[in-house]
């Protein structure tokens, strides 16, 4: 169980670190080979997947020209649950 609870605490970790980086590259206007917009778009790669089954039941919620995502809340309160339950 302590394996899985430590997966569970860096899924948590690198969610909150993406969507931090999401702001830092989005209202950042970084450039492609920025670093900083290179390690976003490698947690991409791995976190997007995770997010899409997600997104199709819940997709964005529109609001006038824009779309809020709230599919990382719901994977946070799936990983809240999980060592709710697994690791207490």
Not at 19 to 26: A, G, K, M, P
Not at 38 to 50: C, E, G, L
């Amino acid at each position: 169980m302590g394996l899985i609870c430590t997966l569970l605490s860096l899924a948590w970790l690198s969610l909150l670190a993406w969507i931090i980086l999401s702001y830092v590259v989005n209202f950042g206007r970084l450039p492609w080979g920025h670093p900083i917009r290179r390690i976003y778009d490698a947690m991409s790669n791995v976190i997007n997947p995770i997010l899409v089954p997600i997104r199709r039941v819940m997709p964005p919620l529109r609001a006038g020209g824009m779309g809020l995502d709230l599919s990382p809340m719901v994977l946070f309160l799936i990983i809240i649950i999980l060592q709710n339950i697994l690791c207490r």
